[in-house]
């Protein structure tokens, strides 16, 4: 275990705390402010029965209102744990998932921004807010990745790939703890869930998951992986049971796979109830096999049911559990406590938050990862001069806009649609009705040839525990839409849902369709500044968008079939009633501007394993031009295919991508550098390996991307 200074200090702690003590750090219990409990789990705090303390009131969480804690809160809880024997601070926890008082997008849209550097800036302002509220942990990032948009909690994590997934990975661990976690304004990150609740079967919340190992190692461990190597704190275990293990009490996932393969030195937190939840899950007896299994798989602390400290002590008495097992365990929690700098500061300074700053990163960000998806005969831009109607559930909604996932923002911070469209065209002739009768739209719609339709779903119908059965066009969404094109005007569909939803045939009822998600504070004024032209649309999907909920799971980097039915790529039917390929491919996205790949060059078309192993690297440039009248932001992506190798390996895979603004008509050299962790694939065992042969590149601006070189393995 690495040790971040200052380690005799924890050793000389553990050879002096009793064993009740010992257990009380690897207990977290959750708290609000208007708990009835609050002086009794204080008390138990100066006890030392207590390490860490999580702010929520539930396990489900709804958006706003929860006042579960605040600054003066935190400080009397750890002048309680000043007050105990050995004066070991509190780690104090809440769930800063993509917003704090600022709030930025849902993160699925986040990473739709395709921006590194932007979403790291919005990590590190969550950081700044939370840590003024006395937060010295955040459970996220999520990177949980997912190729079903029914689970609720899709909208938490980074999408269906692998590679946009480390990166976000890295960019959000990077903006919560900066250089280090104890710094000022910074805090301990949570990589969660590990690993492989995205792929809970037919999208439901706490379901089963079969995934081989073949498919663990290659699509759902990279992000993991890549937030151990940008140093994240700690990792919370996933509810989820995988292929017959539950992983809370699973040796193998949590020590064999996290610590050993991956090079984990954090610690590792359950998720809520997850250590109890093993007797459920059928691989427990009692609660005391629960604990002793969850503390011998690997689990360090156990969040909210308490279930090591009912039971840990009695299983040490029976010889079940060994001392150097807790020890290891508390080490880890110490460990952390003294990486965050909780044990010279359990209580810092507040730090200045420049509020004016954080809005701006939210309306960037928000421009930034909204999709354009549609653009017949260029009807957006909009005109800020004309007459406009504006309609639909999401024209005049705050706190749906916000997401899942939000219980420290207001909805009152957020600029509804109407308002940043009055506010960004405010010579506009804009009409507006929320909430009428179909019946009565005709009369509403006839005030102008133009209509955005500001469409989408509660924040409610997504994240934890809120999945859904049916992700297409609500009907009477889908009626809206059909009445203003049977009236002939022009229809631009704003859709604000948190997920993709299956567009099926409704897509041909808008002229076009900004995809816009649940965008945060900023998602009025961002929307308008893309609807009418201040800011050019850059967002690419982070995430197949299906045509229909029969498709699912449907996602680009899919294996080959031996006969002709890889439909992501052809139009070869899959099923007699629908085609095989989605509505929009992972990494779509349009601009105002066009974009082209002019050329492609190796340096060197053949390279051997053994320079590769030596560290030398495939480089690719490839020109793009800015072929439109106007600048923009573009996302080259670069996908690789290898045809024959010793484990059939993806039609396509995503190994590196770029935003970059180009001006109207220029020619851009983007250089890509694929090295054998790129080029290369994990067999089930987690051995990175790479064989001889052709690979093939593929770069553009969606998983539809075409070949532009090969590349030989000797
Ligand atoms: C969720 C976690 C969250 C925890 C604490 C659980 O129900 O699965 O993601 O961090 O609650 O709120």
Redesign the pocket.
């Known amino acids: 275990m690495k040790k971040w200074n200052d380690s005799p200090k924890i050793q000389e702690l553990l050879s002096r705390m009793t064993l009740q003590e010992k257990i009380g750090q690897l207990n977290q219990r959750?708290i609000c402010a208007y708990d009835e409990h609050v002086e009794e789990i204080k008390q138990e705090v100066r006890e030392g029965k207590i390490g860490s303390l999580?702010f929520?009131g539930s396990?489900?969480?709804e958006n706003g209102g929860m006042e579960a804690f605040d600054l003066d809160f935190t400080r009397e809880l750890q002048e309680a744990a000043m007050e105990s024997r050995l004066k070991i601070p509190l780690l104090l926890g809440r769930?800063v998932i993509h917003g704090f008082e600022t709030i930025f997008p849902i993160p699925l849209m986040m990473a739709a921004s395709f921006d590194d550097r932007l979403i790291e800036e919005c990590y590190s302002a969550l950081a700044a807010e939370a840590g003024n509220a006395g937060v010295r942990w955040a459970?996220a990032p999520?990177l949980d990745l997912s190729r079903d948009p029914r689970w609720g909690r899709v909208i938490?994590g980074p999408g269906e790939d692998p590679l946009l997934g480390s990166r976000y990975a890295a960019s959000a661990v990077r903006g919560f703890q900066g250089g280090s976690p104890a710094q000022e304004g910074r805090l301990l990150a949570?990589a969660?869930?590990f690993i492989g609740y995205g792929a809970s079967e037919g999208g439901r919340d706490y379901h089963h998951t079969e995934i081989s190992d073949y498919a663990l190692q290659n699509q759902y461990l990279p992000a993991f992986r890549a937030a151990v190597r940008a140093g994240v704190g700690s990792v919370?275990a996933s509810?989820n049971e995988l292929s017959g293990q539950p992983v809370t009490g699973s040796r193998r996932l949590l020590t064999e796979v996290l610590r050993e393969q991956l090079g984990f030195d954090g610690f590792v937190v359950s998720?809520?109830g997850g250590v109890e939840q093993l007797e459920a899950q059928g691989v427990a007896e009692n609660g005391a096999d629960c604990a002793r299994l969850a503390l011998q798989a690997g689990v360090d602390m156990d969040?909210?049911d308490q279930c090591f400290a009912r039971h840990l002590e009695a299983e040490v008495m029976a010889g079940r559990v060994s001392m150097e097992e807790i020890d290891r365990a508390v080490e880890r929690v110490l460990q952390a406590k003294l990486r965050a700098g909780l044990f010279r500061q359990p209580v810092r300074e507040t730090v200045n938050i420049d509020r004016v700053k954080h809005r701006a990163l939210a309306r960037r960000i928000a421009g930034e990862s909204m999709v354009l998806l549609k653009n017949d005969r260029n009807l957006l831009p909009l005109s800020k001069k004309g007459r406009v109607v504006l309609t639909g559930c999401m024209a005049q909604n705050r706190d749906s806009l916000m997401g899942a996932w939000t219980p420290d923002g207001s909805a009152d911070s957020v600029i509804t649609i109407e308002e940043g469209i009055r506010a960004v065209a405010p010579e506009l002739e804009l009409f507006t009705e929320s909430c009428t009768l179909l019946s009565d739209m005709t009369a509403v719609m006839e005030q102008a040839d133009t209509v955005i339709l500001a469409l989408g779903e509660s924040a409610r119908a997504s994240g934890?525990f809120h999945c859904l059965a049916d992700i297409s066009l609500p009907e009477d969404q889908a009626a809206l839409a059909l009445r203003a094109r049977r009236l002939g005007k022009k229809v631009v569909g704003l859709l604000c849902f948190g997920r993709p939803i299956a567009l099926g045939d409704t897509i041909s009822l808008f002229d076009a369709v900004l995809y816009a998600g649940h965008a945060g504070c900023e998602a009025g004024m961002a929307a308008a500044e893309l609807l009418f032209g201040d800011r050019n649309p850059s967002g690419h999907l982070s995430m197949t968008l299906p045509r229909s909920v029969g498709q699912l799971p449907l996602y680009y980097n899919a294996a080959p079939s031996g006969r002709p039915v890889n439909g992501y790529y052809t139009e070869c039917r899959n099923y007699i009633d629908e085609s095989g390929s989605p509505l929009y491919p992972f990494g779509y996205g349009l601009s105002y501007t066009s974009f082209q790949v002019e050329k492609a060059r190796l340096e060197k078309e053949t390279l051997s394993l053994a320079e590769l192993s030596a560290g030398e690297k495939a480089v690719l440039h490839v020109w793009v031009s800015n072929t439109g009248e106007r600048d923009g932001d573009t996302v080259l992506q670069l996908y690789l295919r290898d045809p024959a190798a010793s484990m059939a390996r993806p039609l396509r895979e995503l190994k590196a991508y770029e935003r970059r603004t180009l001006s109207a008509g220029e020619t851009a050299e983007f250089v890509f550098r694929l090295g054998l962790e790129e080029l290369g694939y994990y067999l089930p065992d987690g051995l990175l390996t790479l064989e001889k042969g052709e690979i093939q590149l593929f770069a553009g601006f969606d998983a539809w991307a075409e070949e532009c070189a090969k590349l030989r393995i000797v």
């Open positions: 959750n999580l929520s396990a489900i969480p769930d459970f999520m938490e949570c969660k869930h919370m509810f998720d809520w969040m909210a934890e």
